[in-house]
């Protein structure tokens, strides 16, 4: 479904209850701005918004630049890190 943004200020009730069925896109002068789209719970809003945050993808550029450059920690290693920090913590 493709809207215009005057359509979603007069019917935007009815849109929301479309997107339980569909995909809502909203539109600007015929280019899509907007999408209305069906959340089933918090864990997927918070996927959602990682998945578009500007600066959670800046973050991941970087890191995945520092890996490319040889300067990224092997899995295992990471991983006893954070249990060795743990440790340390209940042991205070």
């Known amino acids: 479904m493709t809207l215009s943004t005057a359509d979603v200020k007069a019917k935007l009730s009815a849109y ?3 997107s339980e069925d569909e995909l809502v896109v909203i539109t600007r002068n015929g280019k899509a701005i ?7 719970d ?5 996927r959602l918004v990682v998945a ?3 600066q959670f993808q800046a973050i991941l550029q970087t890191a995945r630049q520092e ?25 205070k």
């Open 67 to 91: 890996i490319a450059a040889g300067a990224g920690m092997p899995h295992n290693d990471f991983w006893e890190d954070m249990e060795d920090e743990l440790s340390e913590k209940r042991g």
């Open 16 to 18: 929301l209850k479309a």
């Open 52 to 54: 578009y945050s500007r």
């Open 42 to 46: 918090d864990e997927e809003l918070e």
């Open 34 to 40: 907007a999408v209305i789209l069906r959340i089933e």
